[in-house]
Structure formats: structure tokens, C-alpha cells
């Protein structure tokens, strides 16, 4: 049985990165977490073969998630990227022009339900 | 004058009458001689021309033959000429409109001066006119500059008030009988010092004998005592009134009722505060969002895996803190946005940046803005308004952020002359203010902002909130470097 993809989160607020990873540990998934979109970027380029799913918060305080997103997209289109924030809404302009442009392949909106982050996973990445 | 007349008369007698004809010709009233029967004897050099006749259509003449009729009936000149030739009395003192053919009426000041003879007998009467037409227009422009500043006074908003030198009121205008519920009648001769607060009355006095010794005071609060027994806030500004030796005669006071004022002010604080925190709804949102998120997905974790032991306990931990960082932003929140209760209280102006910092020290680090703190740990405390404050600094902090749309440093600064004012700094590094925009920056509603950026009031808000200190704030801007404000407030003793 071949391995699940790593999921890498990127969020600012620690207990953020706790939250999520718990749900995706508890799914079956392995992990890394940064605290910063730099910390977040060495991530990628250091593991990014076994890195499939990234979780993107989007106010960084160093880089801004949507940057780090079409950087990521360019540079490592194999892994899926869903933004994760308390600032946008589904709806916001520039969440629904990410989606359109496939800046990014899913949003979930802070607070979020667990199950939401299920059916975002089963929708960018069928399980195998 | 026939010739043997003037054969008769000794030197001296000639000499006189020369000097006589000197002066009747060369002065600048119109002069006219009769005899007792009302004819013309002399007409100087000044009628003969203000009423365009000659000598030779002059003299010999009734009166009635020189003056028109009109004037000679409202002025009754032949009745008055002749009763002084009767009573040997003079008539002075009456004015008379004259009117040459082809000129503009000319106002004319005349009387009637009876010439005595050694026996005591009226020889003849001297009608001496001054032509008073531009005192008179002088007069009348006089008296209409007067009415026009009664009514100034009369219909001015703010008290009005004149005081002699001792400060007793002298006058006491509409606005101050509204004011103060005071009529005129009820103050006069009074001293203003009756009406004033009675904590302040001492100040008041000091304040009138500064002015009579020449001390002029401008924008001077002091409580008025109205006749209910309400003390209303007066802004005072008085100026010397002095006579042409510039000795003082009296002082001019000049009262703006600020009860009213203050009250539009504080409602215009309010609604600019809660549009300053719809700017910055969106990171409040965030602020908030995010420790409700780790709190929901922790309760649902608990939920989906009540067998996990370590797993619960952190999650019991993360739900209980969360909820408090939630409760905590709310709470900032809600103390910002309560109305201010207009009290002045000690306050260390580290504290209010602090406080009013951590509304939006998440947005500005997420704006990739440093802050950097340079506070006088030693700053001695100044009675503020502190949610006022509070205020004025956030509005400065988002006019800072917005002008650091890339980020930037903020510089926070705190400093003091140790024994007259506070001063606090905040320096960006962001766009500058192009100097065509530096007068502008503090007018309401003046904003570079895109609509729903900014509210435009801002600075304007922060200016009031300033003054309302009695501070000042001033600004130095580079483009393209950043710009710097720096706010004064002043340390008051009691």
C-alpha cells in the first residue's frame, strides 16, 4: 500500500497548526507545520517529492499566502493547495478569482467543521 | 463805506478796519453784515463765492433778496435778524441746507452776532455761516458704522461684554442674557467677576488686573454661574479698549458658550470612532476568527474522539484559551468604542499607546509593519481624556499603516521636557505627504484613500482631540522617505 501524501500546514498561530494537524494525524495523515510563509517555503523545497497537500493560511507576517501560493503552484504543481483563513470569505473576490485561476484548489473559512476538511480532501485528492 | 467816513477816522481806525477786511476776507466762513434794515453792509470774499454773486448783486440787498425763499421760511433768517436787532441777544448755534443754483446741497452751521455801538444800541448784525456738509456726512457715516455694530453685537451668538477697568459690566448683549438668564438691567455696574464659578473667581480677577495693566487673554475657560445656579463653560478672550492718550478705559470681553460645542464634538469623536473601526473591521474579523477556529476545531476533535486521553485535556486547554483571547478582543474592543464620559483623569501615555497598540499590532504585522519603541519609561503622568487618547493614537497608528501599504517601520516615541509638556512621536517610513497635501492633511474628510479604505476623518479627529488638550500636533513629511508626527501635550500643575 503505497504511502498517503505528506500534508504541509502553514499558519501563524500555533494552536492553528495544532488544530489541523490532530485532524489530519487523526485521518492518517503525516505532517509538518511552519509558523511562517520563509519557514513554510524551506519546507517545500526541502521536501516537497512527498509533499502533497499544503494548508495555507493567508495573512502571513511575512508573506502574503497568496503569493506563496502562485509561487508554489509554479514551481511545484503537483501539490494541492487549500487556503485556510479568518480574513477572507468563500465568496471574497480574491478567493473566488484563486479558484478560477487555480491559484489554489479549495477554501475552508476559520471557524471550520472537521467534515469540511474531509470533503476538501476527497475533492482535490480522490482517495486512492 | 462813503469817503468822509473814512476822512473822519484817525490811523489806527483805518488800521483796524484794514485788519477787518483782511480777515473777513481770507476766512473760511461765509460772512454777511446787515444794517437795521435788514440790507447787506459787507458780504466776504468765502459767500460771494459759495453762493456764485457778485459784490455788486450783494450788497445793498434785503436779505430777503439773497437767500432763497424756501430757506428763508424754514430758517425764519429776517425774523431771527431782527430780533436780535431788538434784544441785542445773539443767536447760535443752527444749521440751515443751502442750496446754490447749479451746486449740491451743502449744509451750513450759522449765527447771528449783534455789532454794539458806545451807546449800547444794535448797529448792525453779522450772520457767520461754516459749511459743516462733510462733518454732517461724517456724522451720519458715524452713526450708521454704530448701528451697524450695535447689531453685530446685539445678534452675535457669542456674550459680547464691555467692563470698565475694574471689571464692573458696563454692557451685556443678547447672547449673554440667553447665556446667563441675566438681563442687562440685572448686571450693570456689577462686577463680572459676580457671575463666574466660584473655584474660579480668583482667576478672574488676577485675569482683569493683568488686562488693566495691559495683559491682553485670548481662549480662557472659565465656568459661568447662569441665574438657574448651572455652571456653563465659557471660552473667554479679552481685549483693552483706550483713549487716544492709550490709557486703559475699559475692556471688551468676548464669550463663546462651549457647553454646546462640546456636546456636536463628542458626538462627532463618537461616530468617527466607530468609523475608524469599521476600517478595521476586516482584521478584527481575522482577530477573532482565528482563536474561535482552533477553539471549534478542538470541541469537535473532543467530540470525534472522546477515548483519546492526552488528546482531550489539550483540547479541553486550547477551547478554554481561546474563548478567553476571543472574550479579551471583544472586551478591548467594546471599551474603545464606549462613548467618553468628557473625564480628564492621570494617565501614563505609554500605557494608552500600549493599550490602543493592541488593537492592531496583529494587522500591522501582518502588514509586514516593524514597530519599533522608543518610550521614556520615566514620562510623568498628564490628565487625558483617555479614551479621547486612545483615539487620537490609533487613528495615527492606521494613518501610519495605510500611508505603508509594503510595510515598513513604525516608530512609537515618548519623550518629555521634564516639567511642561509630553511629547509622542509617530514616524513612518512609508509614502510621505506631497507638500501641496501638508495644509490639507487635518481637514475633514480629506483622504488619499480609495472609498472604504479610509474615512477621511481620521486626522481631523486626532487635530480636535489635540486641541481639545490643549496640545498641538505638527507634521514633517518627506515623499517617498515617510513622514513624522509629533503630538504636545501639555503638563498641567493644579
Known amino acids: 500500500m503505497s504511502e498517503k501524501p505528506r500534508v504541509l500546514i502553514v499558519d501563524d498561530e500555533v494552536d492553528m497548526c495544532w488544530a489541523l494537524e490532530n485532524i489530519l494525524m487523526l485521518e492518517g495523515y503525516k505532517t509538518h507545520t511552519a509558523t511562517s510563509g520563509k519557514e513554510g517555503l524551506e519546507l517545500i523545497r526541502q521536501l516537497h517529492p512527498n509533499i502533497g497537500m499544503l494548508f495555507l493560511d493567508v495573512k502571513l507576517p511575512d508573506i502574503d499566502g497568496l503569493k506563496f501560493a502562485s509561487f508554489a503552484k509554479q514551481h511545484y504543481p503537483q501539490i494541492k493547495i487549500i487556503i485556510i483563513s479568518g480574513y477572507y470569505y468563500r465568496d471574497s473576490e480574491a478567493v473566488q478569482q484563486g479558484l478560477a485561476n487555480s491559484l489554489f484548489d479549495g477554501f475552508i473559512g476559520k471557524p471550520f467543521n472537521i467534515s469540511e476538511i474531509r470533503s476538501a480532501i476527497e475533492t482535490i485528492a480522490p482517495s486512492q | 463805506m462813503k469817503s468822509t467816513d473814512f476822512d473822519n477816522m484817525s490811523l489806527s481806525e483805518r488800521k483796524y478796519e484794514r485788519l477787518c477786511t483782511m480777515i473777513f476776507s481770507c476766512i473760511p466762513s461765509s460772512l454777511l453784515m446787515f444794517d437795521r434794515n435788514l440790507r447787506v453792509v459787507i458780504a466776504n470774499k468765502n459767500f460771494l463765492e459759495k453762493s456764485r454773486r457778485t459784490e455788486y448783486e450783494t450788497i445793498g440787498k434785503h436779505v430777503d433778496d439773497i437767500f432763497p425763499s424756501v430757506i428763508l421760511q424754514y430758517t425764519r433768517l429776517s425774523e431771527r435778524i431782527r430780533t436780535v436787532f431788538e434784544t441785542g441777544v445773539g443767536d447760535r448755534g443752527r444749521e440751515m441746507y443751502y442750496r446754490s443754483p447749479g451746486l449740491p446741497t451743502r449744509v451750513y452751521y450759522y449765527n447771528l452776532t449783534p455789532l454794539v455801538d458806545n451807546q449800547g444800541v444794535v448797529e448792525s448784525v453779522m450772520l457767520i455761516m461754516d459749511d459743516i456738509t462733510q462733518q454732517v456726512s461724517l456724522r451720519e457715516k458715524v452713526r450708521q458704522t454704530e448701528r451697524h455694530l450695535a447689531g453685530v453685537v446685539e445678534s452675535a451668538n457669542d456674550i459680547v461684554t464691555s467692563l470698565d477697568p475694574k471689571g464692573m459690566i458696563l454692557t451685556w448683549n443678547n447672547a449673554a442674557e440667553r447665556i446667563s438668564g441675566y438681563i442687562e438691567r440685572e448686571l450693570l455696574s456689577k462686577p463680572l467677576t459676580s457671575i463666574c464659578a466660584d473655584t474660579q473667581k480668583a482667576t478672574l480677577v488676577s485675569i482683569i488686573e493683568g488686562l488693566s495693566r495691559g495683559k491682553t487673554v485670548k481662549h480662557i475657560e472659565l465656568g459661568l454661574k447662569t441665574k438657574t445656579g448651572k455652571i456653563i463653560p465659557i471660552s473667554w478672550s479679552f481685549a483693552l479698549m483706550r483713549d487716544d ?241 509629533t503630538i504636545k501635550l501639555p503638563i498641567k500643575k493644579e
Open chain 2, 245 to 485: 492718550a492709550q490709557a486703559v478705559v475699559g475692556i471688551v470681553g468676548v464669550g463663546q458658550d462651549l457647553a454646546e460645542r462640546r456636546e456636536l464634538e463628542a458626538q462627532l469623536f463618537h461616530s468617527a470612532k466607530l468609523a475608524s473601526l469599521g476600517v478595521m473591521a476586516g482584521g478584527i474579523a481575522h482577530e477573532i476568527r482565528n482563536p474561535l477556529g482552533i477553539s471549534s476545531a478542538a470541541a469537535q476533535l473532543l467530540l470525534e474522539y472522546p477515548e483519546n486521553e492526552t488528546l482531550r485535556k489539550e483540547c479541553a486547554q486550547k477551547i478554554y484559551s481561546g474563548i478567553k483571547r476571543a472574550s479579551q478582543i471583544i472586551e478591548e474592543l467594546l471599551k474603545f468604542s464606549r462613548p467618553s464620559e468628557g473625564r480628564f483623569e492621570l494617565t501614563n501615555i505609554n500605557d494608552a499607546i500600549m493599550e490602543t497598540l493592541t488593537l492592531i499590532e496583529k494587522q500591522l504585522v501582518l502588514m509586514r509593519i516593524e514597530i519599533k519603541k522608543n518610550l521614556d519609561q520615566h514620562i510623568p503622568l498628564i490628565k487625558v481624556e483617555r479614551n479621547l487618547m486612545k483615539q487620537a493614537f490609533l487613528n495615527m497608528l492606521l494613518n501610519a499603516a495605510n500611508a505603508m501599504p509594503d510595510g515598513g517601520t513604525l516608530t512609537l516615541t515618548t519623550a518629555t521636557d521634564g516639567k511642561n509638556s509630553v511629547m509622542i512621536g509617530f514616524r513612518d517610513t512609508g509614502c510621505g505627504i506631497p507638500s501641496e497635501n501638508v495644509d490639507k492633511i487635518f481637514d475633514p474628510f480629506f483622504t488619499t484613500m480609495p472609498v472604504g479604505k479610509g474615512t477621511g476623518l481620521g486626522l481631523s479627529i486626532t487635530y480636535s482631540i489635540i486641541k481639545h488638550h490643549e496640545g498641538a500636533i505638527h507634521v514633517e513629511s518627506t515623499v517617498g522617505k515617510g513622514t513624522a508626527f
